[in-house]
């Protein structure tokens, strides 16, 4: 019997995975003007790897998605 302890969303993300969320957190903390060491910017990197465990994988996809979260 196979039972999976852990879903797919609680799997680590692999070295690959962790560059797609890292270039996308920088692109957005950038076009937003945030400086990726407040914690504001935490708030988006969570974001951004939240919805890339749900499968929004692309790019230019996940900073759309985004787009000016918290931004007065």
């Not at 003007?33 to 708030?43: C, H, N, R």
């Amino acid at each position: 019997m196979n039972t999976q302890l852990f879903s797919v969303h609680d799997q680590p993300l692999s070295p690959e995975d962790l560059n797609v969320c890292k270039t996308t957190f920088d692109r957005i903390c950038e076009a937003q003007g945030v400086d990726p060491e407040t914690d504001k910017a935490s708030d988006l990197a969570a974001l951004v790897i939240e919805l890339y465990r749900q499968g929004v994988h692309d790019q230019d996809q996940l900073a759309a998605m985004i787009g000016t979260v918290g931004v007065p």
